[in-house]
């Protein structure tokens, strides 16, 4: 069972480059998060998608677009990438369930993306 | 706004010491729900614990337990008998109630755990 799985895991850029990153879930999650990891800052949320056919910015979603491609597959894009962009990408997944107990996000394992 | 303090940038501790990582959170929410994560060296994070705020019981799993209080705003992580391989990144995090299925985190900073054999 993969769970959630990233790809890829790392890439270098040039400044003003664009980049897609992929992420799929098997787990069949309705929702859908990318976050970014800096040093220091923990994890802040870009953007995410509560179902599919929807998306919606987090705290940092300037920079960035994402398209909820179906229920598996959640895409996050840098269409002109900024040095400001180096970090590491996190996307996670999760269900709520109706009984009030809020599931955890699930994690892929992270890309590391590098902005030169 | 919702806000989640770890002022324990890093820990030091010898193999055996018990150790308690802190907590504390900004909320105006009345529901919402904390959790803990455990970021090892190689890097992926590890879900250890969701609760409630509806639930104040406190928690116990082998040698990790959690502090829950409401009264001070805080759930603390402590670690009994520490190992070596408890050696890691601890987030803290918060959501707001559930919209429309989605949970969106709010992260500490991490409190990075080294445990000395």
């Known amino acids: 069972n993969a769970g959630v799985t990233q790809t890829p895991k790392f890439q270098v850029l040039k400044t003003g480059q664009s980049m897609t990153l992929q992420c799929a879930q098997d787990?069949?999650?309705?929702?859908m998060y990318w976050y970014r990891q800096d040093p220091g800052m923990g994890l802040r949320l870009i953007y995410y998608s509560a179902s599919e056919g929807t998306t919606d910015k987090g705290e940092v979603p300037n920079g960035y677009n994402v398209s909820r491609l179906n229920k598996r597959e959640f895409s996050l894009r840098l269409e002109s990438a900024a040095p400001s962009q180096t970090s590491v990408y996190f996307c996670?997944?999760?269900?709520?369930?109706?009984?009030?107990?809020?599931?955890?996000?699930?994690f892929g394992d992270g890309t590391r993306l590098s902005i030169l | 706004a919702q806000k989640v303090t770890q002022a324990q940038t890093e820990i030091s501790v010898v193999e055996k010491e018990d150790v308690t990582l802190d907590c504390v959170y900004e909320?105006?929410?009345?529901?919402?729900?904390l959790f803990w994560y455990k970021q090892p060296p190689s890097g992926e994070l590890v879900f250890l614990i969701r609760r409630n705020s509806f639930d104040e019981q406190n928690e116990i799993s082998g040698r990790y337990s959690w502090n829950f209080q409401k009264s001070t705003s805080s759930f603390n992580f402590t670690i009994t008998a520490s190992q070596v391989v408890d050696s890691a990144v601890y987030f803290c995090?918060?959501?707001?109630?559930?919209?429309?299925?989605?949970?969106?985190?709010?992260f500490g900073q991490g409190t990075r755990l080294t445990i000395n054999p």
């Open positions: 995090a918060l959501s707001g109630p559930i919209i429309q299925g989605a949970q969106k985190l709010v």
């Open positions: 787990m069949n999650h309705n929702s």
């Open positions: 996670a997944s999760s269900e709520a369930s109706r009984d009030r107990r809020n599931q955890p996000q699930h």
């Open positions: 909320t105006r929410d009345t529901t919402y729900y």
